[in-house]
């Protein structure tokens, strides 16, 4: 079982290199390449899970290389991995389906797309400090190069800003571990966590530095407010099957290293006895979460809407993890798998919508629902789940956090969690309300975006794709992702206790 | 105080570096410039770990010779750090290239004006 762990990593970069290979050999092969490592990755990821969770609690190890774990570099799935893991391998082969007919349709495109997989589901498994920037690094190498796959300048402008800040995020983390290392002599998280705890050993001023430095840079990766200015840029400029990809992903795996690293390697002794640590955490939770939301509201091209909604909605998550008790954390895992399906379900909505319509600006949703009606319904249900109505995940999710800032007793965190519901409902239920309940705008508007989009389209045909309209898999997969918001708000709470066992030994072990 | 500066020399150039490739980042108007901002920021990082591998007297971490060993680690991730850091040059120079043959234009400045009469 352990064997099976490098897999997770090693199927897609595997499949990377067979899809830039098959391109020499035949153009426009990537597609079929990426499914099958695709599957083969969500396979590999479903098998770790299941053995993950089978035994609560307990954690798969593997050492590459043969070494002994403080020496060599440990691979570690335990329950909250294993979710992410699962979370990466669903979303990136659903994501496949769109890009079908969506596009870009070049081998390289995939071999970028399989690359990113491999960095995230490196991110999540690895147990190792500087493997984890490695990854982080491979993963925003990546991103950077798929949303610079846009075939405007738009997208190129936007790439390279991603790639500046993106590259200073990564720089901190990496000045971060130095601290870390320095203090203490070690890489692998659980002994770096040991030895961190052992307050006498290390110099505390060298345990602060790193913290605020690995936080921070994290920070910039999630895209809280104010490092999150290369976030919208990137996920408007990109092309609507990538910006599904990485907003559904790549922050919440970000996100998942900072939960990883706070507690693996900190632990709650570090954050009790530094409360200028826990104030960093509380503090941008809080900003985000607030500000997030009304630039948010102010937005009028509706990707940008969405991707300041994602950096509410990452608030939310730094604010369950500064929260830091059991319910907090789960809260925390759910929110992640939940914001993901959601989030990547809404950009591509946004994308169909704008391939059936020529919508993409908010005056441009007026009575959407006659011209797109699936598109207009997923989008209404995510939009729905996003803001927390019951049943849907989105609910269950900010039900866990906001239950931990009970039991904690952080009543002003609790007050802004419930504030961030109805910031929420600010923004999406003016959508909600223009798609459902107000005419379709004059003609002229509607053909001006029409012309707007057919540029694009000839874009599109120069590449050997159908000139407009939306193919079954991409209704599929938007309609998967809706479907998916509301049953997994019924499989969360039974998922909630799944992971508390995990969650315990994570809070138990400094 | 000018002593502890003297002594801890490879830290404060560290330092400088990471202050001034942050503020070419920041200043520059020029996009290649901005790059090469980035660059001067993450050797501030590397020469932070060689620095702080350094040991005075110390050996090269073989059987046969003599402690005080001096720890190949902080080499090796440095060697990784400096391939992701040319990878990343790499890919932000083909950005910028995409960038002039869009826009006609490095000049941060003018791209803005540019991009507002798109």
Known sequence: ?510 | MIETLAAKDYYVATFLLLGIGTYVMIAAGNLVKKVIGMNIFQTGIFLFFIASAYVDGGNPPLLTTEGPHVSPLPHVLILTAIVVGVALTAVALGMIIRIYAEYGTLNEDTLQEVRRCD
């Open chain 1, 1 to 510: 079982m352990t064997d099976l762990v490098p897999f997770a990593v090693a199927v897609p970069i595997l499949g990377s290199l067979v899809a830039f290979v098959a391109g020499v050999l035949r153009s426009k092969s990537g597609w079929a390449v990426a499914v099958a490592a695709s599957i083969a990755q969500l396979a590999v990821a479903g098998v770790l899970a299941a053995a993950a969770f089978a035994e609560p609690g307990d954690r798969i190890s593997y050492v590459v290389g043969g070494f002994e774990v403080p020496y060599g570099i440990e691979l570690v799935v335990d329950g909250l991995s294993a979710t992410v893991l699962l979370l990466v391998a669903a979303v990136s082969l659903g994501v496949l389906a769109y890009a079908r007919r969506a596009g870009p349709r070049s081998n390289p495109f995939y071999a970028v797309y399989l690359l990113l997989v491999a960095g995230l589901s490196g991110m999540t498994i690895t147990g190792d400090l500087f493997n984890m920037y490695v990854f982080l690094e491979i993963t925003g190498l990546a991103a950077y190069a798929l949303v610079a796959s846009g075939d405007r300048g738009r997208s190129a402008v936007a790439a390279l800003k991603y790639l500046l800040v993106g590259t200073v995020g990564a720089s901190l983390f990496l000045l971060g571990i130095g601290y870390a290392y320095i203090g203490t002599g070690t890489l692998n998280m659980v002994d770096l966590g040991e030895k961190l705890a052992e307050s006498a050993a290390v110099d505390p001023t060298l345990a602060q530095a790193a913290f605020a430095l690995i936080v921070v840079g994290l920070f910039i990766k999630v895209a809280v407010f104010p490092l999150h200015t290369w976030q919208p840029d990137a996920y408007a400029g990109a092309p609507d099957t990538v910006s599904g990809l990485i907003s559904a992903l790549v922050s919440t795996v970000a996100a998942y290293a900072l939960l990883r690293v706070v507690y693996t390697v900190f632990g709650t002794g570090f954050l009790d006895a530094n409360p200028v640590a826990h104030a960093i955490l509380v503090g941008g939770a809080v900003v985000s979460i607030v500000v997030g939301s009304l630039l948010a509201v102010s937005q009028n091209e509706v990707k940008r809407m969405l991707a300041y909604s994602s950096v509410s909605q990452f608030g939310l998550i730094v604010a369950a993890v500064a929260i830091g008790n059991g319910p907090a954390l789960v809260g925390a895992a759910v929110h992640l798998v939940g914001h993901a399906v959601m989030k990547g379900g809404l950009f591509l909505s946004a994308g169909l919508v704008a391939t059936e319509t020529g919508a993409r600006t908010v005056e441009e949703f007026d009575g959407l629902v006659e011209r797109s009606p699936v598109g207009a319904g997923a989008f209404g249900v995510l939009a729905v789940s996003m803001v927390g109505v019951p049943p849907t995940v989105g609910f269950a999710g900010k039900w866990y956090v906001a239950l931990g800032a009970v039991e904690a007793g952080a009543w002003s965190l609790l007050a802004v969690i419930v504030a961030s519901t109805l910031l929420t409902l600010a923004y999406f239920g003016r959508l909600v309300e223009r798609m459902f309940f107000r005419e379709p705008a004059p003609e002229p508007a509607i053909q001006r975006a029409e012309t707007a989009n057919s540029t694009e389209n000839a874009d599109a045909v120069a590449d050997g794709g159908d000139a407009r309209g939306a193919s079954l898999g991409m209704y599929a997969t938007v309609v998967a992702a809706a479907v998916l918001a509301v049953a997994l708000g019924f499989a969360a709470f039974g998922y909630g206790e799944l992971l508390q066992p995990t969650i315990e030994t994570l809070l138990s072990t400094t």
